[in-house]
């Protein structure tokens, strides 16, 4: 019996495992219960009495033996599988991809904060309005071809609910709601049956501009729009307004700016004019005045609305502007850095 110890003393201690499962079964065969010493154990049972304490040493030494050299194969498998998971804190982070804002959010913000500056609010009505508020209180005359199925998508009758086709639907909600003084800016947006093509679609953004109070004059339009146009566009910039014609405004201008690109010199950009048209703008009419609750002999006020992706596309250079509704990754990762 004490041969057969040794013998297995002799086996397990050159004992070596390749893998964690090898070692596994090393301690099946050696160590479960019917493994080669538990065997012995059982063996032992028969051992005669005068041996029994000589052998049963012997018999414990091999079993503990087995047990820490078994133990100690597994436990090497163990640290180097954990080690491979370990994390290197001296290795690089991975870097976040950062996403960036839509231009027309950009464009929007920077109007927004140019009329903060000037004291502007602010502020922002429904999309989905009524004739009242897009047309009839802004002093559109029933036969107005804007009233036209062409140009408007019409959604209901009687009630009348329709897709507003400009921001000025929110002067008429700013002036119910409000007395003079006024002085606020409306971001949002609009919707035109029209064909989409590379220079128009049916959904785009506007920005407008409302100022009511006592002597509001002429001058301030001119004043406030040429602050805006030099503060957006840089201070060379130059302004000019051309009589044009809006229900809701008495005089109507339609303001251009001197062409960024080419400096005034004329290049394809403003088509060698010189000049890019940007927004449409007016002292508002007395009747819009009247309409909203307003006393137009007491007050009086300008108003000007300008379109954001137009206004994007000169800054931007944009040349379609289907780019800014497609969120094409390519195109919108353009912007990451700029502000
Ligand atoms: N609402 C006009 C448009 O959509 C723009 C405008 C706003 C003109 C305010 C004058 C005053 O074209």
Redesign the pocket.
Known sequence: MLDKIAALQDEIRKLTAENAAQAEELRIKYLSKKGLVSVLFDEFKQVAPPKKKAVGMALNQLKNEAQSSIQALKEQFENSETKSTQVDLSAPGSSFALGSRHPLSLVRNQIVDIFARLGFTVAEGPEIEDDWHVFSALNFPPEHPARDMQDTFFINKDPDVLLR????SV?VRVMEQQQPPIRAIFPGR?FRNEAISARAHCIFH?V???YVAEDVSFADLKQTLLYFAREFFGENTDIRLRPSY?P??EP?AEMDVSCSICGGEGCNVCKHTGWLEI????MVDPNVLDACGIDSNKYSGF?????IERIAMLKYQVKDIRLFFENDVRFLEQFTAAE
């Open positions: 086709t400009h921001t000025s002067q609009v506007q407008e501009g409302l809006f809701f405004t109507s927004m449409g703008c007016g108003a000007f609305g300008m379109g």
